[in-house]
């Protein structure tokens, strides 16, 4: 058994075995010998979403089915009749169109332009029984009907052991033969880190801190079956995201609705409530600001290590999505930069060139890019909302060039010059007042926890967080790097800053763009 974060990391070592190329082009290992490969596991443990993760790291393509939706029909392709000769005689012989499958796959590469990628099989093991016949053929020789898996594509496949799902049909020992077999068991502690760079409520995650038992729990009872999964936390995360948004309360009602437990589900939304005391209790916003009184820290050294761990969660739901989104517009504006140069090149060098035409068909360009990537799955939202800025950037400062009245390319492009400039100033600034807030929030820890368990969840947090670790690489964070080195993380993570460190000798984003 393995936990899903092992999992992933032999399927990439397979799949990038799989696509391995001799000195002629030819794959190393044939199609007919790449073993597919069995994720075998519980449901809701996250077997999708590290398919999504593996195609974008591998900058690869992946069409996903579910083959419960599945006919025989559907997967082989329809039958038809078509005549042949073979010697002096003819004969009618039977036929099938192309497998909507295969036929997915042939799309997929049209739209996305990418010739290699995954083709993923879930709940493989509920095939009908029609269909089971069939599969045994696919998963040797990658054939549905007639038509074969274009080469270049790895099959990986996905089920839940027969103890979760009554319509599983267990496969023999031929056809497990002929696949690479992982079995992979729920863990908090690979999920999470998946989950913080999802950025899931703070919430969820502190109590799943103190109670790790309850993150996955699947068990029959008078009352039926009770279940909690990782989807339904994940699910649950964006429901309480959005109720408070809208001001909408958050209670056992909502929460039974994702978590089927009735112990756990009336816990959690206990555990809410006290959440959300907490934040106005310990007024976080005086703490991020450096100005909590007396009382809120007399309250903190009084208070138990749950309620402890508690205050750290919101400090960090409060400075995490700041940073993240701090880090994404700094991406953005990066993006952006060598496409405003483009411009201005071209502005410089043709007094006929209109700047607004130019941002339009730059709107277009990146518009198509996202269209591909997302036809090949491989977009992730904070690759999407990096495209959706410079979209709305163009946009935004084409208006305000037609606002201007700049009738000279000069003119058009000092308006786009101060624009640009505009953003990068706010992303500046944003970030001293994130730096700002660590520091208050490490002070805070400092005078009232020492270098206890409380320090040593805030610096762990802050270094397996994606987005908090470059940040700091970035800016500089003296009390983590002091606090870092004393649980010794420093050196169990020196891979981890050394790349981050790289991101620090990267071009710097210039306000004049006169570079």
């Not at 040797?140 to 898996?149: A, D, L, P, T």
Request: hydrophobic residues 40%; contains cysteine; proline residues 2%.
């Amino acid at each position: 058994m393995m936990t899903i974060q092992e999992a992933k990391e032999q399927i990439e070592k397979s799949v990038r075995i799989y696509l391995m190329k001799d000195e002629y082009g030819n794959y190393r290992i044939p199609l007919e010998r790449q073993r597919p490969i069995f994720l075998l596991g519980a449901p809701g443990i996250g077997k999708t979403a590290i398919m999504e993760q593996i195609a974008r790291e591998l900058n690869i393509s992946l069409v996903t089915y579910s083959m419960t939706h599945h006919t025989r029909q559907s997967a082989l392709g329809l039958p038809f009749i078509v005549s042949r000769e073979y010697g002096e005689e003819k004969f009618d012989v039977s036929r099938y169109t192309m497998s909507e499958i295969i036929a997915s796959i042939y799309e997929n590469m049209e739209k996305s332009g990418k010739k290699e990628g995954i083709l993923f099989l879930d709940e493989i093991n509920c095939v009908s029984e029609t269909l089971g016949p069939s599969m045994l053929q696919f998963l040797q020789y990658k054939i549905f009907g007639n038509h074969r898996v274009p080469r270049g594509w790895v099959i990986v496949t996905a089920g839940n052991p027969p103890e979760f799902n009554r319509s599983v049909r267990e496969f023999d020992v031929v056809t497990m033969d002929r696949l690479k077999v992982l079995e992979v068991e729920p863990d908090y502690d690979a999920w999470k880190i998946y989950a913080q760079k999802k950025g899931l409520h703070q919430a969820i995650l502190t109590f799943l801190d103190i109670k790790k038992e309850d993150f996955y729990q699947i068990e029959n009872t008078v009352d039926g079956r009770n279940y909690v999964t990782a989807r339904g936390w994940e699910d649950l995360s964006e429901a309480i995201t959005l109720y408070e948004e809208n001001g909408f309360e958050v209670d056992q009602t909502l929460v039974a609705q994702y978590l089927r437990n009735k112990r756990i589900t009336g816990e959690f939304a206990a555990y809410y409530e006290l959440y959300n005391k907490y934040r106005t209790d310990y007024k976080i916003n005086e703490i991020l600001e450096g100005t909590a009184g007396h009382a809120v820290n007399k309250r903190a050294k009084n208070a138990t290590f749950d309620e402890r761990i508690s205050i750290m969660g919101l400090l960090l739901e409060a400075v995490l999505p700041q940073i993240r989104e701090n880090i994404e517009l700094e991406d953005a504006l990066k993006e952006l930069m060598p496409h405003l140069k483009e411009i201005k090149a071209a502005l410089a060098g043709d007094a006929e060139t209109d700047a607004r035409g130019l941002l339009s068909e730059k709107i277009d360009e990146w518009k198509a890019n996202m269209d591909r990537l997302e036809a090949a799955n491989g977009l992730s939202g904070a690759e999407r909302r990096k495209w959706q800025y410079m979209v709305r950037f163009a946009r935004e400062t084409s208006q305000k060039i037609r606002l201007a009245a700049a009738d000279t390319n000069e003119a058009a492009f000092a308006v786009i010059q101060t624009e640009f400039a505009s953003r990068v100033e706010i992303m500046r600034e944003d970030a001293k007042k994130i730096s700002r807030y660590l520091e208050n929030i490490f002070r805070f820890a400092e005078e009232n926890f020492g270098d206890g368990n409380e320090m040593l969840v805030l610096v762990t947090e802050l270094t397996v967080n994606y987005s908090s670790a470059r940040f700091i690489a970035e800016h500089g964070c003296d009390l983590y790097y002091q606090y870092n080195k004393k649980f010794l993380l420093y050196e169990r993570n020196r891979a981890l800053m050394d790349e981050l460190e790289k991101l620090t000798q990267n071009e710097e984003i210039e306000e004049s763009l006169l570079i």
